[in-house]
């Protein structure tokens, strides 16, 4: 019986399983500039590994995160232009904000029906003042922050370290999380059960045995948990 459900937080807390690069990249569109996939994907991949070793990231909030890996961005693609670096700001911060009021109050029904709750994402340092900012630390036993315990997806060593510091068994856990490869298989691997958030999008899956609950919406959870008999008895 699934008695702690630990959620990753990029692509699955602060949204419904669309991972940030293609936010981005819709918000570059959107605003006119038509650079490859793959341009973008390298201004994200520098904004990715400064955000690793700012220090300064390591106690930002949600909207200070997003200034700086938006400059960053821009830095690398030698675009300086107010208005864009506004767009993408305020573009990625908004539907942020709408999912994360949405999902406080899905925390706050799975912890009124007993079940613990945690967070296992790789971060910069700032994850758990990204759940103090997103309104989600009352609802949360751990936050294991990949920056700040030394263990990185998709090692299972991290979700495994989650599981020491809530004292159970990883038998009676499930990771919630939007990505195949971090978190469905480093998660049963550990022995974990899984939940993927495939978003509204059909994905195929690389492995179906590795995956117990196929979720579209965050907020399918409860009832999936129910109808999968997964639920608390």
Sequence with gaps: ?????????????????????????ALYQNFG??????????????????????EG????????????????????LELKDPDLEQHLIDGFIAPVRQAAAENAQLLATLVARGFELGVVSNGCGNVERLCEDLGYMPFLSVVVDSRRVGLFKP?????????????????????VG?????????AKKAGMTTAWLEGAAARECPDPSLVDLHLCRLADLPAALSAASLALA
Excluded: C, N, Y
């Design 155 to 175: 090692d299972p060593a991290i979700f495994r370290h989650a599981a020491e510091k809530l004292g159970g068994d990883p038998g009676t856990m499930m990771m």
């Design 178 to 186: 939007d990505s195949f490869e971090r978190d469905v298989v480093p």
């Design 33 to 54: 500039v038509q650079l490859p996939r793959e341009t973008i994907r390298g201004a994200f991949d520098e904004a990715e590994r400064r955000s690793a070793q700012d």
């Design 57 to 76: 990231i390591a106690a930002a909030d949600l909207a200070r995160m997003i200034d700086l890996h938006v400059e960053w961005q821009l830095a690398h």
């Design 1 to 25: 019986m699934i008695r702690t459900l630990l959620f990753d937080m990029g692509g699955t807390l602060d949204g419904e399983g669309v991972h940030w690069l293609d936010r981005f990249l």
